[in-house]
T-cell receptor
Framework: GENVEQHPSTLSVQEGDSAVIKCTYS??????FPWYKQELGKRPQLIID?????GEKKDQRIAVTLNKTAKHFSLHITETQPEDSAVYFC??????????FGAGTRLTVKP | EPEVTQTPSHQVTQMGQEVILRCVPI?????FYWYRQILGQKVEFLVS????????KSEIFDDQFSVERPDGSNFTLKIRSTKLEDSAMYFC?????????????FGNGTRLTVT
């Protein structure tokens, strides 16, 4: 089955700096790559996603890039704010049914 | 905005007991899922359900687990004989057209504690 690796496991940045989180996947048939933000004790919430026919997608301070050849995708957060502090999960899916998550990155934005 | 609702928010049970976790997916959604998250770990896929049958299940979803859509609104996860290692947060999720075609919406989760 699909295996998603995520790095780093923890990331600490100063407010205003950028944060980058990277993921790799194993199944070349995967074609959908969402990113979720999970605050402590809460549900995962979708923040951005990308499909395999697109190389990059941006939504305000958040962007995701996908390299299908290398089977990796990245989340970029610019101008980080303390409220960006959370655990971020990448995921990969190849059909309507199964989505596998990475291990998560705990992002801390220091004021 | 419509939400996936889960009950109870916290369930405590003794090892060997059966538990049923309940979920009400968003009303026009056709695809339903259960995930679990052991404290401090990643979200793990358990099972997907579409058209009144299991579409896919993970290696975690063994014979102790079952899912059911007993009526037009509820979607349940049953664990027949709970083990200590079943302690986790269980998230129900639903999607209108399936993962990749429409967003996946998670419920707030049920924290299961097996003692």
């Amino acid at each position: 089955g699909e295996n998603v690796e995520q790095h780093p496991s923890t990331l600490s940045v100063q407010e205003g700096d950028s944060a980058v989180i990277k993921c790799t996947y194993s199944d070349s048939a995967s074609n959908y790559f969402p990113w979720y933000k999970q605050e402590l004790g809460k549900r995962p919430q979708l923040i951005i996603d990308i499909r395999s026919n697109v190389g990059e997608k941006k939504d305000q301070r958040i962007a995701v890039t996908l390299n299908k050849t290398a089977k990796h995708f990245s989340l970029h957060i610019t101008e980080t704010q303390p409220e960006d502090s959370a655990v971020y999960f990448c995921a990969a899916s190849k059909n309507n049914n199964d989505m596998r998550f990475g291990a998560g990155t705990r992002l801390t934005v220091k004021p | 905005e419509p939400e996936v609702t889960q009950t109870p928010s916290h369930q405590v049970t003794q090892m060997g007991q059966e538990v049923i976790l309940r979920c009400v997916p968003i009303s026009n959604h056709l695809y339903f899922y259960w995930y679990r998250q052991i404290l401090g770990q990643k979200v793990e896929f358990l099972v997907s359900f579409y058209n009144n049958e299991i579409s896919e299940k993970s290696e975690i979803f063994d014979d102790q687990f079952s899912v059911e859509r007993p009526d037009g609104s509820n979607f349940t996860l049953k664990i027949r004989s709970t083990k200590l290692e079943d302690s986790a947060m269980y998230f129900c999720a639903s999607s209108e057209q399936g993962i990749g075609n429409s967003p996946l919406h998670f419920g707030n989760g049920t924290r299961l504690t097996v003692t």
